[in-house]
Nanobody, 129 residues
Framework: HVQLVESGGGSVQAGGSLRLSCTTS?????????MGWFRQAPGKGREGVAA????????YYADFVEGRFTIFYDNAKKAVDLQMNSLKPEDTALYFC??????????????????????WGRGTQVTVS
C-alpha cells in the first residue's frame, strides 16, 4: 500500500516561513490525478488549504491563504510542496497531504470542500507563535 508522507512542519514565529513536502513512501511513485494540503486545528474540523489537479487544469487556494501560500507539484517525484510565508498564529494546525480525487471534471473547490480525497497522510504539525 503506497502511503503519503508529510515533512517540513515545525515551530516558527509570526511572519516566518515554512515549506511542507509530501512524498510517496516506498520505491514506487504512484501518480494521482490530484494532490492537496489540508489542516486541522485543535477543536476544529479539517479544512482545505491548497490543492491542484496534476494535469494542470485547476489550482485551488482557500480564502484565508490571501496570497501567502503557494502549492508546487513535482511530476517526476509525484510530490507536492506547500510554501507558506507570512505565517500567522491562526495558521497553527496539523497539516495533511492528500491525493486521489474522483475526477478532474469536477470543480476542484467542491472536491476540496467535501474533503473528497481517497488517500491521506498522517500529518505534520505547524505551530506559529
Amino acid at each position: 500500500h503506497v502511503q503519503l508522507v508529510e515533512s517540513g512542519g515545525g515551530s516558527v514565529q509570526a511572519g516566518g516561513s515554512l515549506r511542507l513536502s509530501c512524498t510517496t513512501s516506498g520505491n514506487r511513485r504512484r501518480s494521482s490525478n490530484c494532490m492537496g494540503w489540508f489542516r486541522q486545528a485543535p477543536g476544529k474540523g479539517r479544512e482545505g488549504v491548497a490543492a491542484l489537479y496534476t494535469d494542470g487544469s485547476a489550482t485551488y487556494y482557500a480564502d484565508f491563504v490571501e496570497g501567502r501560500f503557494t502549492i508546487f507539484y513535482d511530476n517526476a517525484k509525484k510530490a507536492v510542496d506547500l510554501q507558506m510565508n507570512s505565517l500567522k498564529p491562526e495558521d497553527t494546525a496539523l497539516y495533511f497531504c492528500a491525493a486521489d480525487c474522483p475526477s478532474t471534471r469536477a470543480s476542484l473547490k467542491v472536491v476540496v470542500t467535501a474533503l473528497d480525497f481517497g488517500r491521506w497522510g498522517r500529518g505534520t504539525q505547524v505551530t506559529v507563535s
